[in-house]
């Protein structure tokens, strides 16, 4: 069975930094794109960034500039380094992957979420 489990996520002070990371473990295949989700309170879930298995990237407008996603395919692994952290980002952050199990079928999976929260 596929999971994703995510750490690193805390409290900072505005302009302050945090890396959240994600390592999927299970009968795994291939991992296609791997991203990152928020979601704050009485908001809906947002895209934050996404990376494709050749490491192509793409961002939310709002994060351009601060925040930065990698992944380690031999880990397979997913990171988002968030600089510059600001109160509007505070939310739960989600790690999300598009997984190739055994079938071969591609699924996606979820992460149980880990808590962002920027003072001000």
């Known amino acids: 069975q596929v999971q994703l489990v995510e750490s690193g996520g805390g409290l900072v002070q505005a302009g302050g930094s945090l890396r959240p990371s994600c390592a999927a473990s299970g009968t795994i295949l291939s991992i296609n794109a791997m991203g990152w989700y928020r979601q704050a309170p009485g908001k809906q879930r947002e895209l934050v960034a996404v990376?494709?298995?050749?490491?192509?990237?793409n961002y939310a407008d709002s994060v351009k500039g601060r925040f930065t996603i990698s992944r380690d395919n031999a880990e397979n692994s997913v990171y988002l380094q968030m600089n510059s952290l600001k109160p509007e980002d505070t939310a739960v952050y989600y790690c999300?992957?598009?997984?190739?199990?055994?079938?071969?079928?591609?699924?996606?999976?979820w992460g149980q979420g880990t808590q962002v929260t920027v003072s001000s």
């Open positions: 999300h992957a598009a997984i190739m199990g055994i079938g071969p079928i591609l699924r996606p999976y």
């Open positions: 990376i494709n298995s050749g490491g192509s990237t």
